[in-house]
């Protein structure tokens, strides 16, 4: 079964920087979509970053031009580059995946991940 390992966060300052891996072990990630996910306190959890296993991407509205998602198959990990970090970035944040072909619309919907890894909390704070 697929497993899925979080590292990388921890506490920024705004403006400042951190990258968030997610690594997988099991399976190789080479035919699943990937994607990151946060939860902040008392908020539901959002779509961040998906990246498809033919490297389509999305980005939430709220980390367009900030955040990165990118893939290195051969490591089996999914990186998340986050640069001009917000407060509002706080959030609990966890990598998911799924074994299909999603189309671009679908990408980051939560509903159709299957695994889930446990989470690394960031905070951002001034």
């Known amino acids: 079964q697929l497993q899925l390992v979080e590292s990388g966060g921890g506490l920024a300052q705004p403006g400042g920087s951190l990258r968030l891996s997610c690594t997988a072990s099991g399976w190789s990630l080479d035919y699943y979509a990937i994607g990151w996910f946060r939860q902040a306190p008392g908020k539901e959890r959002e779509g961040v970053s998906c990246?498809?296993?033919?490297?389509?991407?999305y980005y939430g509205d709220s980390v367009k031009g900030r955040f990165t998602i990118s893939r290195d198959n051969g490591k089996n990990t999914v990186y998340l580059q986050m640069n001009s970090l917000k407060p509002e970035d706080t959030a609990v944040y966890y990598c998911a995946a799924v074994n299909r072909g999603l189309l671009l619309f679908q990408l980051c919907a939560e509903e159709l991940y299957e695994y889930w890894g446990q989470g690394t909390q960031v905070t951002v704070f001034s």
């Open positions: 990246i498809s296993s033919s490297d389509d991407t």
